[in-house]
């Protein structure tokens, strides 16, 4: 073999060695890349496939609709929850939020099988037993009915004074329960409150509710089983539809609703059954008109009788027990009080912190309640929501 050949098979040799060499580098880089993709494909497969798995169900929130019966869930779709932790912004959404009712009058509502799931939201057994110590009589604080003091203004000087007012050991337990008698009495504010039971009826809450948009006044309302149902007996009992109508135009133009009992009994003459029975079948009632679970804090126990046993279980309810300082004879709709003469002593009780009971079934409180809140605001006071 020549020379020349030698050298050709010899450069064709070491050509192929580094073609092998070549080959063999790229598959040690291309096997972890491969290796690397296919991990990388396998981790997104499981991620996608864990996100699905761990999914969470739709649950309906207090904000939403539930389904109860038709005429109440058409409305309520245009009403949001009220929040008790309410800030600003919310009150003035609150108050520009407008309701649409269906064109046609809607039929008397049952309360539907998941209307009953609402409430109650704390039940016997969960508040029971009360501990010893607590006061079951109501005399030590209201005989029969509560009485708000007497506070006196005199009309041409603004000045007001305190004629009587009760023990500080009473206004000390009602402090300790977190009752409302007074409100912010370092402060020229006062509250308007409205007890909805007896002839009440829709009407007459929605000329309340009238005059107080006109003023930008804002109120809370004590609901009574009576003013909601068309009895108050468990079985056929049917929620009337206008009163459903009514207390979502509270919520909806930002007022407050509170509890008034079920079928307004003296609440400290009965058991502790009873009592949280009368609260919890009244937010029930509450929901179902409304549509949703609405977050009832303020009760106001009929005529105002109480114990320390029902401040207690009140409390443990989450309820403020709402009583007041100020009350004129409204409450009877067959004497009524002339317009002008019950426009001026509610002009004579008002006082710093002053937390005002009124009848919306007195024809004299729907006549002189714009009056009223003009004189309030020109003496200078700040006419509150009872949770401000």
Known sequence: ?????????????????????????????????????????????????????????????PDATLPVAESTTKAAENVETPRNTETPESTEAAETTETTEADTEPEATQPSEAAEKFSPTKSAAELLPVP??????????SKGGWYGGKFVRDLSTGTVKCEWDRSAAIISMLEKYGAIYHKNQDQKVCYLTFDCGGTSNAEMVGEILDILKTKGVKAVFFIPGDFLMSNLNREGEAIRPDRAEVLRRIVAEGHLIGSHTYTHPQMPKLSDEDFIMQLNTQQNRIDTALGYAYPLSYYRPPEGATSERDLYLAQKMGYHVTLWSYAYLDWDASKQMEVGEALEKAKIGLHDGCVYLLHALSSTNRAMLGDLIDYMKAQGYDIRRIDR
């Open 1 to 61: 073999m020549t020379e020349e050949k030698k050298f050709r098979t010899s450069n064709q040799s070491r050509k192929k060695v580094r073609k092998r060499r070549s080959g063999g580098l790229w598959l040690l880089i291309l096997i972890p890349l491969i290796i690397g993709l296919g991990v990388a494909l396998g981790l997104t497969v499981r991620y996608i496939l864990s996100l699905r798995e761990n999914r969470p169900l739709q649950t309906v929130s």
């Open 132 to 141: 010893d110590g607590i006061v079951r009589d109501g005399d030590e604080i």
